[in-house]
């Protein structure tokens, strides 16, 4: 796969890291990812993504874009209120990237479509805020084996976890918690959007080109009043009914 001049220039950073070069940047381009959600986390998360070069980017999201997204999720502008979500975000990518496809899906992810999607593509990024819709992306990339980065954000923290077959995400969270908060009623602080997000890019970005230890198996956990992060071991559940079977 050869790149353009103009993307030998772009890219000039990653082909001279060596834990990316060449063959990494070829593998970036010629990867397709899903990115579930463009609000909080999947904004800053697809803009890397498309900074990056990753080749193909479905965007997932039924939701438009309303004054009260702008205090986080960057990638929107005050002119893209009123607009379905991933139409302006993918207008954006375009524009920051114009070697990057850019798929659009106005819908949200659910267990009737979440196979479709997941099997259409080699990556997964979970960034949405609700339980029902993590637990069908999770069950559709352990059926068609693909792997999951998933993220989330409340407050002021946030968290960011590979699920690569097993452990999955449902290993994690089993069920869905009796006192599950959201953000529009809690709130969360704009910039750790941008944090978990960029998180989330990094990791795909190292499971796409090979570089590093990816988060597999591990969640990273970031405390952004403190200033402080620790990372925890996932152990499998055999009792997991999404994956246990798979021991």
Request: hydrophobic share 45%.
């Amino acid at each position: 796969m050869s790149f353009t001049d103009d993307e030998v220039e772009r890219y000039a950073r990653h082909l001279v890291l060596r834990e990316v070069g060449g063959q990494g940047q070829q593998r970036l381009k010629a990867a397709s990812v899903l990115m579930v959600g463009a609000g909080g986390l999947g904004a800053p998360a697809s803009l890397y993504l498309a900074a990056a070069g990753v080749g193909r980017i479905v965007l997932a999201d039924g939701d438009v874009v309303d004054t009260s997204n702008l205090q986080r999720q960057v990638i929107f502008r005050d002119a893209d209120v009123g607009a379905r979500k991933v139409e302006a975000a993918a207008a954006h990518l375009r524009a920051l990237n114009p070697h990057v496809q850019v798929d659009c899906v106005p819908a949200h992810v659910t267990p009737a479509n979440a196979g479709s999607l997941v099997q259409g593509v080699d990556l997964v990024l979970d960034g949405t805020d609700d339980f029902a819709t993590r637990f069908a992306v999770n069950a559709a990339c352990v059926a068609h084996g693909r792997t999951l980065v998933s993220g989330a954000i409340g407050r002021w923290t946030g968290q960011v976890g590979v699920f690569a077959g097993q452990p999955c995400y449902r290993c994690l969270v089993p069920e869905i918690p009796p006192d599950a908060e959201t953000c529009v009623a809690v709130g969360v602080v704009g910039a750790l959007a941008g944090v978990i997000g960029s998180m989330m890019a990094l990791e795909a970005i190292k499971l796409i080109a090979g570089a590093g230890e990816p988060l597999a198996g591990r969640l990273l956990i970031y405390d952004g009043l403190s200033g402080d992060s620790r990372t925890v071991r996932i152990g499998p559940d055999p009792a997991c009914e999404v994956c246990g079977g798979q021991a």
